[in-house]
T-cell receptor, first 117, second 116 residues
């Protein structure tokens, strides 16, 4: 069975600085998707970024980028120029590609990010 | 972008009441929807996978008679918490994805259920 591990329960960053959130996963599959979701205090789940395992290039969305290391099964999220609105719980998630979009997401335990002004 | 609407956003009711939560995909067809439960400061726990036109697949430990799921159309799934008790109080959230292989899951805004 696949598992997702987020080893940092809480992180803190100064406004305008850069922070990296860690995520590792375990799978025997070669084709899968990885996601980072943000959950602010409103508890809405917001997709931040996603990575397809067969793509070597790291995904980037504006200030958010990932460092995807397939061999090491690592998928860290880098937030550049941190803003107060980035404060939230961040979840790393895995989804198998076999069977398509009907597969469930497997979530990590989350990292609570605080942004200091 | 794809939108998933979840209703109601907040429910407060007496013990023994049954509560229905709706999850709708507004601009795409969702053959599969997912229902999660989330306790404070914890991750999302998958309760069941809802498939249009067939029975839901429940995760281990989730009571199917307690949490009834119906997915009658490609845009609507409902979760009914039957005879709710205070221990059922939680945040419930649904998600849905389109039919393509590469489609991400889109989440509803969640329902905060409080049983008195």
């Amino acid at each position: 069975a696949q598992t997702v591990t987020q080893s940092q329960p809480e992180m803190s960053v100064q406004e305008a600085e850069t922070v990296t959130l860690s995520c590792t996963y375990d799978t025997s599959e070669s084709d899968y998707y990885l996601f980072w979701y943000k959950q602010p205090p409103s508890r809405q789940m917001i997709l931040v970024i996603r990575q397809e395992a067969y793509k070597q290039q790291n995904a980037t969305e504006n200030r958010f980028s990932v460092n995807f290391q397939k061999a090491a099964k690592s998928f860290s999220l880098k937030i550049s120029d941190s803003q107060l609105g980035d404060a939230a719980m961040y979840f790393c998630a895995y989804r198998s590609a076999v069977g398509g979009a009907t597969n469930k997401l497997i979530f990590g335990t989350g990292t609570l990010l605080a942004v200091q002004p | 972008g794809a939108v998933v609407s979840q209703h109601p956003s907040r429910v407060i009711c007496k013990s023994g009441t049954s509560v229905k939560i709706e999850c709708r995909s507004l601009d795409f067809q969702a053959t599969t929807m997912f229902w999660y439960r989330q306790f404070p400061k914890q991750s999302l726990m998958l309760m069941a996978t809802s498939n249009e036109g067939s029975k839901a697949t429940y995760e281990q430990g989730v009571e199917k008679d307690k949490f009834l799921i119906n997915h009658a159309s490609l845009t609507l799934s409902t979760l009914t918490v039957t005879s709710a008790h205070p221990e059922d109080s939680s945040f419930y959230i649904c998600s849905a994805s389109g039919t393509g292989k590469n489609q991400p899951q889109h989440f509803g805004d969640g329902t905060r259920l409080s049983i008195l």
